[in-house]
């Protein structure tokens, strides 16, 4: 009964909003790209160089305002929310350039918004519309995405799928299983055992977060990046071995565990979800499918429950115009494979085929619900260029970047200076191979690259950030709205 | 299939070209490192490309250049007619070139500087069939290359093929090399050939970049064409004069829209142009799917209403404007990808806007 009050209480303030959004948006509309991406896939680098290449005036000849030049200005703007700290995009941008490194992974959430200048392509709307539209990004640690299930999940369900989870990593799990055995639910609450227990729980999702092969971190996520609510009561539970039927008695561990999770449902997840998800008009979801080949079937696998279940939490489909006034939908999905630069372009194809069948699930949900879906490989900061390696008779497809230092390959480290050329390794044509079959040892390496040299013109200004595909995937979420 | 495992190589060790290789289309800016790049291949692990088995075949993932794929020719079937005609028109060459040869012998032996007069004009005559048929030829065979372009970037668009349309687009920058109108696009699309673009928003790309200006003039003169018909018929006191006017200017459009897709379509040239237009509106009813028949009878109903003249005048229009429509859609190299085809409703809206300001 609460949850359902809950609930309508979060439609009933997101109604308000969006009412008030639309009135204000007759001048200047707002369109919310939400960028949805597992840790380490991408989501900053991708902001940063979206930001970049508009503002900029980037290589963009499939981006149709831009190649049109109806895009008069794109410029950064107050952002809407005052209390949630600015996307630093200078700052990775610079560091993009100057340092060529990569940016650290996302801490805490940030917001930028931009504003664009443009000219309607058509006759009615150039003299009614006010020809601006404000973008506005949202940038989180990937780590808080795979909360999002949890809102659909009450305490004990959360216990036994926390439990099967830890049966499938059984190293880094052991220690945590162990105290799971000998912890009595049903026992006194006691301050200093859940903290131990929250405790031990933190190491194991830390230490399956630090395995390589890892593709998706396991819930909660403030657990990994707690941001400001370290040691606070809503961040001290930990899933418990609980019998399988029965309602906790009070005063037990049960019952404050239970509490715990239910307050940090209430103040963490909803309000995360509420404030950045729930108001989304289009969605990018970006995801790492090299490092998930790599890691072969499991980590496939893996990767593909975490998106079906986060990407289920999302409100997709098409409104009616009445609807649309009151309420917001995702209307369309581009699924993303990024760090394309990282094969040869004569394996995009296969590359997106595999993100397909990795997405088919949710891809289906989105579209029966009336949204566009599309996929496509992408890299927006491209690290590599392209070359063809002849050996043995035979040429090979290769891309040629500088690796990272402390990168190895077949033995060999490399110290981040030297460049190489790298052949990656055939992408399978079956895409259905990569999820059946046996670890494929011949995979595609996760080498990584530093991003490349910027070209200066001869006139000393720095070019725009290279990419792949950004501009097509620039039209494809924000392009109609500039018609 | 044995997938080929990942391997290391230095870049001194193994020559690595700049992709890809065309070299006046794609002058290697960035790509191409300064020096040579000198062999010998060496990689950090003990994989060797022949012990990986046989992996894909090289040609299919290196970036080879295509060759232009023709569309397969229709065979023409022999039949007795053809055998009867071209035995007729050779017999009739044989007979004209004996009968003038023995007439010049005449001439030469009764009234010699007669004779040499006549050799000349004779020799004249046949240098000048000789150039037009070399040109109607030329003709030809450009509309028909540029026929085959679109089917090539057909199926470009079709499979997705970024290959095959770097190949269309290469010889459709050929096509207009002599179109000074077009350099700024020209130029821009080498640059995007450079880049990974995917087959489909490649052909998108030389739509927008140098047939825009085209579709903007043909379309203009569509408008022009059958906004003059329009006013005529509403304004010619016979019919006969309408009838008249709406063939020539039919023709004159027809060939405008030739000359500005493709050069000059010479007579024969044009003939076919004005055959495959005739055929494609047959075909479509002149109707692109967006067209509302709705909106033209009721349209036309209006029209008729406030005039017959001005009714009569609009329907020629609109059907010198389906002509015109036609054309295009022949003669243009590329098909619509990315750009949205003209409609009739474009143009009978132009049409209608202008005719009460021309009368």
Same mark, same amino acid.
């Given at each position: 009964?609460?949850?359902?009050?809950?609930?309508?209480?979060?439609?009933?303030?997101? /109604? /308000?909003?969006?009412?008030?959004?639309?009135?204000?948006?007759?001048?200047?509309?707002?369109?919310?790209?939400?960028?949805? #991406?597992?840790?380490?896939?991408?989501?900053?680098?991708?902001?940063?160089? +979206?930001?970049?290449?508009?503002?900029?005036? #980037?290589?963009?000849?499939?981006?149709?305002?831009?190649?049109?030049?109806?895009?008069?200005?794109?410029?950064?703007?107050?952002?809407?929310?005052?209390?949630?700290?600015?996307?630093?995009?200078?700052?990775?941008?610079?560091?993009?350039?100057?340092?060529?490194?990569?940016?650290?992974?996302?801490?805490?959430?940030?917001?930028?918004?931009?504003?664009?200048?443009?000219?309607?392509?058509?006759?009615?709307?150039?003299?009614?519309?006010?020809?601006?539209?404000?973008?506005?990004?949202?940038?989180?640690?990937?780590?808080?995405?795979?909360?999002?299930?949890?809102?659909?999940?009450?305490? /004990?369900?959360?216990?036994?799928?926390?439990?099967?989870?830890?049966?499938?990593?059984?190293?880094?799990?052991?220690?945590?299983?162990?105290?799971?055995?000998?912890?009595?639910?049903?026992?006194?609450?006691?301050?200093?055992?859940?903290?131990?227990?929250?405790?031990?729980?933190?190491?194991?999702?830390?230490?399956?977060?630090?395995?390589?092969?890892?593709?998706?971190?396991?819930?909660?996520?403030?657990?990994?990046?707690?941001?400001?609510?370290?040691?606070?009561?809503?961040?001290?539970?930990?899933?418990?071995?609980?019998?399988?039927?029965?309602?906790?008695?009070?005063?037990?561990?049960?019952?404050?565990?239970?509490?715990?999770?239910?307050?940090?449902?209430?103040?963490?997840?909803?309000?995360?979800?509420?404030?950045?998800?729930?108001?989304?008009?289009?969605?990018?979801?970006?995801?790492?499918?090299?490092?998930?080949?790599?890691?072969?079937?499991?980590?496939?696998?893996? +990767?593909?429950?975490?998106?079906?279940?986060?990407?289920?939490?999302?409100?997709?489909?098409?409104?009616?115009?009445?609807?649309?006034?009151?309420?917001?939908?995702?209307?369309?999905?581009?699924?993303?494979?990024?760090?394309?630069?990282?094969?040869?372009?004569?394996?995009?194809?296969?590359?997106?085929?595999?993100?397909?069948?990795?997405?088919?699930?949710?891809?289906?949900?989105?579209?029966?619900?009336?949204?566009?879906?599309?996929?496509? %490989?992408?890299?927006?900061?491209?690290?590599?260029?392209?070359?063809?390696?002849?050996?043995?008779?035979?040429?090979?497809?290769?891309?040629?970047?500088?690796?990272?230092?402390?990168?190895?390959?077949?033995?060999?480290?490399?110290?981040?200076?030297?460049?190489?050329?790298?052949?990656?390794?055939?992408?399978?044509?079956?895409? %259905?191979?990569?999820?059946?079959?046996?670890?494929?040892?011949?995979?595609?390496?996760?080498?990584?690259?530093?991003?490349?040299?910027?070209?200066?013109?001869?006139?000393?200004?720095?070019?725009?950030?290279?990419?792949?595909?950004?501009?097509?995937?620039?039209?494809?979420?924000?392009?109609?709205?500039?018609? | 299939?044995?997938?080929?495992?990942?391997?290391?190589?230095?870049?001194?060790?193994?020559?690595?070209?700049?992709?890809?290789?065309?070299?006046?289309?794609?002058?290697?800016?960035?790509?191409?490192?300064?020096?040579?790049?000198?062999?010998?291949?060496?990689?950090?692990?003990?994989?060797?490309?022949?012990?990986?088995?046989?992996?894909?075949?090289?040609? %299919?993932?290196?970036?080879?250049?295509?060759?232009?794929?023709?569309?397969?020719?229709?065979?023409?079937?022999?039949?007795?007619?053809?055998?009867?005609?071209?035995?007729?028109?050779?017999?009739?060459?044989?007979?004209?070139?004996?009968?003038?040869?023995?007439?010049?012998?005449?001439?030469?032996?009764?009234?010699?500087?007669? #004779?040499?007069?006549?050799?000349?004009?004779?020799?004249?005559?046949?240098?000048?069939?000789?150039?037009?048929?070399?040109?109607?030829?030329?003709?030809?065979?450009?509309?028909?290359?540029?026929?085959?372009?679109?089917?090539?970037?057909?199926?470009?668009?079709?499979?997705?093929?970024?290959?095959?349309?770097?190949?269309?687009?290469?010889?459709?920058?050929?096509?207009?090399?002599?179109?000074?109108?077009?350099?700024?696009?020209?130029? %821009?699309?080498?640059?995007?050939?450079?880049?990974?673009?995917?087959?489909?928003?490649?052909?998108?790309?030389?739509?927008?970049?140098?047939?825009?200006?085209?579709?903007?003039?043909?379309?203009?003169?569509?408008?022009?064409?059958?906004?003059?018909?329009?006013?005529?018929?509403?304004?010619?006191?016979?019919?006969?004069?309408?009838?008249?006017?709406?063939?020539?200017?039919?023709?004159?459009?027809?060939?405008?829209?030739?000359?500005?897709?493709?050069?000059?379509?010479?007579?024969?040239?044009?003939?076919?142009?004005?055959?495959?237009?005739?055929?494609?509106?047959?075909?479509?009813?002149?109707?692109?799917?967006?067209?509302?028949?709705?909106?033209?009878?009721?349209?036309?109903?209006?029209?008729?209403?406030?005039?017959?003249?001005?009714?009569?005048?609009?329907?020629?229009?609109?059907?010198?404007?389906?002509?015109?429509?036609?054309?295009?859609?022949?003669?243009?190299?590329?098909?619509?990808?990315?750009?949205?085809?003209?409609?009739?409703?474009?143009?009978?809206?132009?049409?209608?806007?202008?005719?009460?300001?021309?009368?």
């Amino acid at each position: 009964m609460r949850e359902r009050l809950r609930r309508l209480e979060d439609q009933a303030r997101l /109604a /308000a909003a969006t009412l008030e959004e639309r009135m204000g948006g007759l001048f200047a509309p707002t369109l919310r790209l939400g960028v949805t #991406g597992l840790s380490r896939s991408g989501k900053t680098v991708f902001l940063a160089a +979206l930001v970049h290449n508009l503002i900029h005036g #980037g290589r963009l000849p499939l981006f149709a305002p831009y190649a049109e030049g109806r895009l008069a200005k794109a410029d950064l703007a107050h952002q809407p929310d005052d209390d949630v700290p600015r996307f630093p995009y200078e700052e990775h941008v610079r560091a993009l350039v100057d340092e060529r490194i990569w940016p650290q992974s996302t801490r805490r959430i940030a917001e930028l918004r931009v504003t664009i200048e443009f000219e309607s392509a058509r006759f009615l709307n150039r003299r009614i519309g006010r020809g601006t539209l404000n973008l506005d990004l949202v940038d989180y640690p990937g780590e808080w995405l795979l909360d999002l299930p949890l809102m659909n999940l009450t305490y /004990a369900a959360w216990c036994v799928e926390a439990a099967q989870e830890a049966h499938r990593r059984p190293q880094d799990a052991a220690a945590w299983l162990a105290r799971l055995g000998d912890t009595d639910p049903l026992g006194p609450a006691r301050e200093e055992l859940a903290q131990s227990l929250a405790e031990t729980f933190t190491a194991y999702l830390k230490a399956a977060r630090a395995d390589p092969n890892a593709l998706a971190s396991l819930p909660p996520g403030r657990f990994l990046m707690p941001g400001d609510m370290e040691g606070s009561p809503a961040l001290t539970f930990a899933p418990l071995a609980l019998p399988p039927t029965g309602a906790a008695p009070q005063g037990s561990l049960w019952a404050m565990m239970e509490r715990r999770y239910e307050a940090y449902k209430t103040h963490v997840v909803r309000p995360f979800f509420r404030d950045h998800f729930a108001r989304l008009d289009r969605q990018i979801v970006l995801v790492d499918v090299l490092s998930a080949l790599n890691g072969g079937p499991e980590a496939m696998d893996e +990767l593909r429950r975490a998106l079906t279940a986060v990407l289920g939490c999302f409100r997709t489909g098409k409104l009616s115009f009445l609807g649309s006034l009151i309420d917001r939908r995702i209307d369309k999905i581009l699924f993303v494979a990024t760090k394309a630069d990282h094969i040869h372009h004569t394996d995009h194809d296969r590359l997106e085929k595999i993100l397909e069948v990795l997405v088919a699930e949710a891809s289906e949900k989105a579209a029966f619900a009336g949204a566009h879906v599309d996929v496509a %490989a992408m890299a927006a900061v491209r690290a590599t260029r392209e070359g063809t390696a002849t050996q043995g008779g035979e040429e090979l497809p290769t891309i040629i970047g500088t690796p990272m230092a402390g990168q190895r390959i077949n033995g060999r480290v490399f110290d981040g200076e030297r460049e190489v050329g790298l052949f990656p390794g055939d992408l399978p044509d079956d895409p %259905a191979a990569v999820f059946a079959g046996p670890r494929d040892e011949y995979g595609v390496t996760t080498l990584r690259f530093r991003p490349g040299r910027i070209e200066r013109s001869n006139s000393g200004l720095t070019l725009s950030l290279p990419h792949i595909r950004l501009d097509r995937v620039l039209q494809y979420l924000i392009g109609d709205r500039l018609e | 299939m044995t997938r080929r495992r990942p391997q290391v190589f230095e870049l001194d060790d193994v020559s690595i070209e700049a992709p890809p290789p065309e070299p006046d289309m794609f002058e290697p800016e960035t790509l191409a490192p300064e020096e040579p790049l000198a062999a010998d291949p060496s990689m950090s692990g003990e994989a060797d490309a022949s012990a990986a088995g046989p992996g894909r075949p090289a040609a %299919a993932a290196a970036p080879v250049p295509v060759a232009a794929v023709s569309a397969p020719r229709r065979r023409r079937r022999f039949s007795f007619l053809s055998l009867f005609l071209s035995g007729v028109s050779g017999f009739a060459a044989l007979a004209l070139s004996i009968s003038v040869y023995a007439f010049i012998e005449d001439l030469l032996g009764r009234i010699p500087w007669l #004779g040499g007069v006549a050799a000349v004009l004779a020799v004249l005559a046949a240098v000048g069939l000789l150039g037009m048929v070399l040109r109607e030829w030329f003709a030809i065979r450009r509309l028909k290359e540029v026929e085959d372009l679109r089917a090539r970037a057909e199926k470009a668009v079709a499979q997705d093929n970024r290959k095959a349309a770097i190949a269309v687009l290469k010889d459709l920058a050929d096509i207009y090399e002599d179109r000074p109108t077009t350099a700024r696009g020209r130029q %821009a699309l080498k640059a995007h050939m450079r880049e990974i673009i995917d087959g489909r928003d490649l052909v998108g790309l030389g739509e927008r970049e140098i047939l825009n200006p085209l579709d903007r003039e043909a379309v203009r003169a569509i408008v022009s064409s059958s906004r003059r018909v329009a006013a005529v018929t509403a304004l010619s006191p016979r019919a006969l004069v309408d009838v008249v006017y709406v063939v020539f200017a039919a023709l004159s459009l027809v060939r405008r829209i030739a000359v500005i897709y493709g050069g000059r379509p010479g007579t024969l040239g044009f003939f076919r142009v004005l055959r495959h237009a005739i055929a494609h509106l047959a075909v479509t009813g002149g109707m692109a799917a967006g067209d509302s028949l709705v909106g033209e009878v009721i349209g036309k109903g209006i029209a008729a209403k406030l005039s017959a003249k001005l009714g009569e005048g609009i329907v020629n229009g609109m059907m010198t404007a389906r002509l015109g429509l036609a054309a295009l859609d022949v003669l243009r190299p590329l098909p619509f990808v990315a750009t949205r085809r003209p409609r009739v409703n474009d143009i009978v809206a132009e049409i209608a806007r202008i005719a009460p300001r021309d009368k």
